[in-house]
């Protein structure tokens, strides 16, 4: 059995990838996709400085308003760290092709041409659109369906399967 995934690295396509792998990674999806960590202390600092402000404690007040506005910065900051790290990717607008197989997956893009054998996979996530790769901490691929070009999406998670599953 062979598949065969070919997409050229879009905007949209970067995007999408950098959002698998901040998932799969624990701490970035602590920093990045987690709705608490920023609206948690925002509440805290908030009632805050109400109690501070009925209180008459200005001075206060006014730290922790500043405090409040460096957290809505902060997550401005993360964000506009995020689409600079996509506008970096210096494979921009170039086709890759991975094609998977019983022998392992090769991978051909702009910069290089690879084989690796199935034991280079770290851990393998598989999601409704497609499969993300994982071949370290911060390196994998997003394998999304619509870009098959030969086999099936259930060829791709049987391949993952015999062979990545287990592994962590």
């Known amino acids: ?33 987690t709705w608490w960590v920023w609206w948690l202390p925002r509440v805290v600092m908030g ?33 506009r760290g995020l689409a600079k790290a996509r506008k970096r990717v210096r494979t921009r607008g170039s086709t890759t092709v991975i094609s998977m197989n019983e022998e392992g997956v ?25 499969v993300y790769i994982k071949l370290s901490n911060l390196t994998g691929y997003w394998l999304p369906d619509e870009a098959l070009t030969e086999g099936s999406p259930a060829d791709v998670r049987q391949l993952v399967a015999e062979h990545v599953s287990g592994r962590s």
């Open 106 to 130: 090769d991978i051909e893009s702009a910069l290089s041409t690879s084989h690796l054998k199935w034991t280079a996979i770290v851990r393998a996530a598989h999601y409704p659109q497609g």
């Open 47 to 79: 009632g805050m400085l109400i109690f501070l402000l009925s209180m008459h404690l200005n001075s206060s007040a006014l730290l922790f308003g500043v405090f409040l506005l460096l957290t809505f910065w902060g997550e401005w900051f993360n964000r």
């Open 1 to 33: 059995m062979k598949t065969r995934h070919q997409f050229v690295l879009t905007d949209e396509y970067i995007a999408d990838a950098q959002r698998v792998a901040i998932a799969q990674n624990k701490t970035f999806k602590f920093i990045y996709q």
